[in-house]
């Protein structure tokens, strides 16, 4: 299907839902509008932030970073609606403008796919603020975008960009509007590839809607089949959809749905056998073989028996062309897999064996993922036991990965239990300063909740002392932020004074680049990442923040106070784009306090 073709089908649902999604927002608006103190007009301080706001948005038009650009802009016309109409539409073309140019020639393959998935969040967020305010400057934006040939001469753009638009739209919809997110899902499909986020999607809606999630989940396959059979990492997904890790049925599995997916691993095994052509097999091939090694055999097995001779030789066809390093992966993935459903039993007896079997293993590396697995199921029902296990990890890295994890879980139950003090003593064992900082900023919080200034003081020096020992990082500049900011709820003079910190730290650091890997170094056979929830804010010990993580929101109480020092405190970022995100956050806050607002539109000119 042509890029063309698929938007102009899918045009009427997306424009649809964008202005489904925005409706309880514009209605917050205006109530706000109404509800507007005395006098109805601008404070001159709110003049000069609507001014400066004006300024800041034109001189986003010559911004090299035009992705950055296109969402400061699309965010200040969101503030400047209110005011000034016309400007604020003029701003929202701008920021559409910047979000769909094509990518920057002379990129890699890698850097291409970062710069696209970039790219489909900037125009995701610019056409959601859009159809906040205008419904028919969305549609004749979105017109716009299919007539453009670098965004449709190639099926890589297309699929990279408008769906994943369309699954990240559907995900904001799928609690609100069910019904026009499945079909933003299904749209989504059209495609080469399945989107990554479609997973996500997936889950999310059957949660809201069981048989639009089933619809969805045929969909998929549908597309799988329409693309040749070529592996997707979307198949897991509906692997899981179905079955649960040991291998049973979900209690809500449609059994039609069972046969259709068992069908399509026999047919698909037939397909990546061929790949192989009497040779070594493809990687995707053999990531094909190891999931149905895995996860496939009892599936097939259970819901097409007549065909499982079939795929018993296809599989062995398969099996004779994977590598070493393709069968040891296989291999890893089924010992985890069974150590996986032992523990789920909660076998003692049983998982004692797999400790045991782990501690055998003569690869290190191999050793250490078995015992990591291991770790990581106990964390949260027997953390005393999931740190010996951690303990015997040999490699520092992974080790301290999987202890971090545990003391993550572990402060979680504390605080659930009220138990602040010892939630503050595990934090002392995290072995990175970042880590203890987040916490500790948690557990002010809960202080402030109280009213106990005290304390909430005694916590945010704490973390201030831990984050001064942190390296220059976007991590250590928005854990500054988020101290400042808390100081700004109690002390403002010292919340000036972090906050002036964060700055002179922003302006150390520098461009990231991609990291390069050794082409010697060996990869690691398994990787867990688990999130754990802290005052209702979602935690991962491995997670990173980067440049655009930084965004300045954490400054509308320094505004409340005193909007004057605070403007003048940007003028100690040395980077113009930086500046620029600096004072449209602190702009922003400014316009959008209750001391007053306007009772009749603005007018200007461009």
């Known amino acids: 299907m042509k890029p063309g073709c698929f938007l102009q089908k899918t045009f009427s649902v997306l424009m649809m839902s964008l202005l489904v999604s925005s409706m309880a927002a514009a209605q917050l608006r205006k109530d706000s509008v109404r509800n507007v103190a005395e006098p109805n007009r601008l404070s001159a301080d709110q003049q000069d932030a609507f001014e400066l706001l004006k300024t800041l948005a034109r001189n986003l038009k010559s911004e090299p970073d035009r992705l950055t650009a296109a969402t400061l802009q699309a965010q200040t016309a969101d503030v400047l609606w209110q005011f000034d109409i016309a400007f604020a539409r003029e701003v929202f073309r701008w920021s559409f403008e910047a979000a769909s140019q094509p990518a920057p020639d002379g990129l890699g393959e890698s850097a291409r796919a970062a710069y696209l998935a970039r790219q489909a969040s900037s125009i995701r967020q610019v056409l959601t603020c859009i159809g906040t305010h205008d419904r028919s400057q969305a549609e004749a934006l979105l017109k716009s975008l299919q007539e453009e040939k670098g965004l449709t001469s190639t099926s890589a753009r297309h699929d990279n960009v408008h769906s994943e638009l369309l699954v990240q739209i559907a995900l904001e919809l799928a609690a609100t509007n069910p019904e026009q997110a499945l079909q933003l899902g299904l749209h ?13 999607l997936l889950f999310t809606l059957s949660n809201v809607n069981k048989n639009f999630g089933d619809r969805l989940f045929r969909g998929a396959l549908m597309t799988l089949r329409r693309n040749d059979f070529a592996y997707d990492n979307a198949l897991i997904s509906l692997v899981n959809y179905l079955f649960s890790s040991n291998g049973s049925p979900n209690p809500d599995a449609n059994v039609a749905d069972a046969q259709l997916l068992a069908n399509y691993i026999v047919d698909g095994a037939w397909r990546q056998a061929r790949a192989a052509g009497g040779s070594s097999l493809p990687e995707a091939s053999a990531m094909f073989y190891s999931l149905v090694q895995v996860r496939g055999l009892p599936i097939v097995s259970r819901y097409a028996p007549e065909r499982f001779p079939e795929l018993q030789g296809q599989m062995h066809e398969m099996a004779s062309g994977l590598t070493a390093a393709q069968m040891q992966r296989t291999t890893l993935l089924q010992t985890t897999q069974q150590q996986q459903t032992t523990i789920a039993g909660r076998n003692s007896y049983d998982i004692d064996e797999q400790i045991e079997r782990a501690a055998k293993e003569k690869d290190p590396d191999v050793r250490d993922s078995l015992l990591n697995s291991v770790a990581h199921t106990l964390m949260r029902e027997d953390s005393e036991r999931g740190l010996k296990v951690a303990a015997m990890i040999e490699a520092t890295e992974v080790r301290r990965e999987a202890e971090n994890d545990i003391y993550l879980a572990l402060v979680q139950k504390l605080m659930r239990a009220g138990s602040y003090d010892e939630a503050r003593k595990i934090t002392r064992k995290f072995d990175r300063p970042e880590l203890q900082a987040k916490v500790l900023i948690e557990l ?17 020096s704490e973390a201030s002392d831990v984050t001064s020992k942190a390296q220059a990082t976007p991590d250590k500049a928005i854990l500054l932020l988020n101290i400042a900011q808390q100081f700004g709820r109690f002390d403002t003079i010292r919340g000036f004074e972090i906050l002036g910190d964060a700055l ?43 440049l655009e993580s930084i965004n300045f929101s954490q400054l509308g109480t320094f505004v409340a106070q005193d909007y004057t020092q605070i403007r003048l405190l940007g003028n100690k970022l040395e980077q113009p784009l930086w500046r620029t995100k600096f004072l ?9 306090t209750s001391q007053t607002r306007p009772a009749s539109r603005l007018t200007s000119s461009n």
């Open 188 to 200: 989504s499909l059209s495609g080469t590839q399945i989107p990554p986020d479609f997973g996500r």
């Open 444 to 460: 002010t919080n809960k202080a402030l909740s109280n009213r106990d200034t005290s304390l909430a003081t005694e916590l945010l």
């Open 504 to 546: 002179k730290l922003i302006n150390q650091l520098k461009p990231e680049e991609a990291p390069v890997r050794s082409v010697v170094a060996k990869p690691r056979p398994l990787r867990i990442k688990t999130y754990t929830v802290l005052n209702g804010n979602e935690f991962s010990t491995s997670d990173r923040a980067t």
């Open 584 to 592: 449209t956050a602190v702009a922003s806050a400014m316009l959008l």
